[in-house]
């Protein structure tokens, strides 16, 4: 009744299912993903579930495949045009990944090589990047690396949350004040006007949109994935990089839509595939290993803070931005992503402006800094990092 693939799914769906709701219930200030893993480590270290439930559901094979599927949808959400608006924000990102990464390799004496190199792109970004690293360290035979990898992913956005949130907070105290000052929304980005309402110079899919249906979206991606995989193969680089690229140029020239996974109403099964990659990892972990596992975490997370704090607080690097709070901010969207950048900035609005007005402008203040500092590093540079470390696993 119970040894089948069907409960097995089930119970992965039950999991996966309660972390999202404590998520929404609490307004994302308990991270859906922590619950989740936490209910798998916990039901594997005390023998509830199988240690292998991930393949008896029929998940593994899926997620085999499923996340070159999930990187070309991840570049075909970047939108070249925002990131050129926010350079400055970019800077910032890009400025504070490369600190996580020096921050990492200083790490390797502290607690070990292939720790280091698993945690590191892990920290710049979120759960392709986890499957990537976690998989490598998993198919070299370091079970302990890849299970500091599967911690770290669950608990960055509780280390991130509280960091953004009070940084935001700050920024959004500054950015209420000056206008109530002077009564001008300074951020306000006014689109285009068009005489008639439409698209005065729509693109391929925007002319042939009706035939783009949830199979023909499928099939794209499946030939995008399977270029990918081919081209990785005779270049030798990861392959997750061609995805990712592949989907930014796509969606550049107009010949796909943006989210082509979320356009085919299948992003859900998706990441489920993809989160089920990364749960193996854990049902290695033993009780008397724990304690090493979340001191290691600790120490990672501690470097990776005083770091960025004395880059954007104490040295000049702030001024990019041209103010303390909204680059330390921005530092450690790296560790949140969407749409935790997103229920964050909404939060801080919600917790600063008085009237909608108010609200409003914080968000045009802050909101698209959060968005692209989350979707640069997460969705591609740290799937690119992924790949130019993962050979180096072992």
């Given at each position: ?77 970047i ?8 350079w ?71 280390f ?33 006007k ?52 592949l ?28 989160f ?16 090493g ?38 530092s ?36 698209p ?26």
């Amino acid at each position: 009744m119970f040894n089948n693939m069907f409960f097995y799914l089930f119970i992965c769906l039950l999991f996966f299912g309660i972390g999202d709701f404590l998520s929404v219930l609490t307004k994302a200030k308990v991270s859906s993903v922590f619950v989740s893993l936490l209910l798998f480590l916990i039901a594997f270290i005390t023998g509830i579930i199988p240690p292998d439930i991930i393949k008896q559901a029929g998940l593994a094979d899926f997620g085999k495949w499923a996340i070159l599927f999930i990187v070309f949808s991840l570049g075909t959400t970047i939108n070249l045009r925002e990131l050129i608006d926010e350079w400055r924000t970019l800077a910032v990102s890009f400025i504070a990944m490369a600190l996580v990464v020096v921050t990492g390799f200083a790490l390797i004496p502290v607690i070990g090589k292939n720790e280091a190199l698993v945690t590191i792109p892990i920290v710049n970004g979120g759960i392709v990047a986890t499957q990537i690293m976690t998989t490598a360290a998993l198919e070299h035979g370091f079970a302990l690396a890849a299970a500091l990898g599967t911690i770290v992913y669950a608990v960055q956005k509780f280390f991130g949350t509280p960091f953004a949130s009070h940084f935001g907070i700050k920024e959004a105290e500054t950015v209420v004040a000056d206008f109530r000052k002077t009564g001008v929304n300074k951020y306000k980005k006014e689109a285009p006007k068009k005489e008639d309402g439409t698209l005065s110079n729509p693109n391929f899919f925007e002319r042939n949109k009706k035939y783009y249906g949830v199979f023909v979206s499928l099939a794209i991606t499946a030939l995008f994935a399977w270029l990918s995989f081919v081209i990785g193969k005779m270049t030798h680089i990861s392959a997750p990089i061609w995805a990712l690229l592949l989907g930014v140029i796509v969606t550049s020239l107009g010949l796909v839509p943006k989210n082509i996974l979320l356009h085919a109403k299948s992003l859900g099964i998706f990441n489920v595939a993809c989160f089920a990659t990364i749960i193996p990892s854990l049902a290695t972990i033993k009780p008397s290993q724990l304690l090493g596992l979340g001191v290691n975490t600790l120490i990672i997370f501690a470097a990776v803070f005083v770091v960025l704090y004395l880059a954007f607080w104490l040295l000049p690097f702030w001024k990019i931005l041209g103010s303390k709070n909204m680059a330390l901010a921005v530092s450690v969207c790296q560790l949140l992503g969407f749409p935790a950048t997103y229920l964050i900035a909404n939060e801080v609005a919600k917790a600063v402006g008085e009237t909608e007005t108010e609200r409003e402008v914080i968000l045009d203040a802050i909101l698209p800094k959060y968005l692209v500092a989350g979707f640069a590093t997460v969705s591609s540079v740290s799937v690119l990092i992924a790949g130019i470390l993962v050979p180096f696993v072992g």
